[in-house]
């Protein structure tokens, strides 16, 4: 028969020896410092973790900058190798849907009309000729130009509506293209004509930002080219259009409220020199209708013509230094 005294020692030996075994496990790694260098590589660990994730965002944004940068390079590359401005341009730029040679036959009637106009008022044959070359290609130049910055005005007061409506679209969850046709069917000219023209180019299968290109080129403003490159970006890179073209919105409306503050301090300037430069033609007209007689000498006498050429000169040059007194560029 077992020993009572025995087992109860051979009890508590067992128990020690496992309560032993347990604090051993439990309080060695602390007492050894493995607990410490455990909890040291975990923390280099995490922090290679994050640097390398640092590094992997790093480069992905320098990677995203270089690809925006290269764009915009591609773009003014682009620019820069445009070449000159055609007439069938310049004829799409003012809004006339005419062909080239029909303007060569209106430019010259103009100046067969302009000649003979001159010629029969008395001038000589040589002063009908400089007046038949204005008329050639002074006037009908004249013209075009000033029927383009005429339909480029109406262009950009309707142009920022039209950003907006690609916002709100694009918003809502439209595609792009949609919200191009959407323009193109609800909007005003010529931002209606134009952007049709996007959407029909589109529609035989030109890229979009070729599609823009050709804008650019019938529409030669900064607040296109700006609507071009963002379109052009976002394609390439990504990116939140409608965020972007809502920046873009409000920059062309700060340009626009710009131009009118410009115009408003420039009215006074203009109106004194529209007055003093039509003062002089007003008193000639006056006196030709008070004293024709005395008038007429410049007509007649070969020192009046040759006043009246000079006189002309030195008009046309006080215009154009006026003019360019009262033109701001902002």
């Known amino acids: 028969m077992v020993d009572p005294e025995l087992l109860r020692l051979s009890v508590i030996f067992l128990a020690a020896l496992s309560v ?75 809004g006339l849907n005419v062909p080239v040679q029909s303007f060569y036959i209106a430019s010259g009637l103009s100046g067969l009309v302009a000649g003979i106009v001159v010629l029969v008022t008395g001038s000589t044959l040589p002063v009908a000729g400089l007046a038949a070359i204005a008329g050639l290609f002074g006037f009908p130049r004249w013209l075009l130009g000033y029927l383009a910055r005429r339909r480029q005005n109406r262009f950009l007061i309707e142009f920022a509506n039209a950003i907006d409506i690609i916002v709100r679209g694009v918003k809502s969850g439209l595609p792009l293209n949609d919200c191009l046709r959407i323009i193109a069917e609800e ?86 020199a529209a007055i003093i430069g039509s003062l002089p033609l007003a008193v000639l007209a006056a006196l030709a209708v008070m004293t024709p007689d005395y008038v007429m000498l410049l007509w007649t006498e070969q020192l009046g013509k040759m006043m009246l050429i000079v006189s002309g000169i030195w008009m046309s040059i006080g215009v154009l230094v006026m003019r360019k007194m009262i033109n701001f560029d902002y």
Do not use: C
Not at 259 to 267: C, D, E, L, R, Y
């Open 20 to 94: 032993g075994g347990i604090s051993y496990v439990f309080i060695m790694p602390f007492l050894s410092g493995e607990w410490k260098t455990g909890k040291r590589i975990a923390s280099v660990s995490r922090g290679k973790s994050r640097v390398a994730r640092g590094s992997a965002l790093q480069d992905d944004a320098s990677s995203r900058k270089r690809q925006v940068q290269d764009t915009l390079n591609e773009l003014e590359a682009r620019q820069k190798s445009r070449k000159k401005l055609t007439l069938k341009t310049r004829l799409s730029q003012a």
């Open 187 to 272: 909007t005003s000219e010529p931002v209606k004509s134009e952007i049709a023209d996007v959407v029909e180019q589109q529609s035989a299968g030109v890229t979009l930002a070729k599609a823009f290109e050709r804008l650019n080129e019938r529409m030669p403003l900064q607040e296109v080219n700006f609507f071009s490159i963002v379109i052009t970006l976002q394609q390439q890179t990504g990116g939140n259009l409608a965020e972007a073209l809502d920046n873009l919105s409000q920059v062309l409306r700060g340009r626009q409220r710009l131009h009118g503050k410009v115009m408003a301090f420039s009215a006074e300037a203009k109106a004194s």
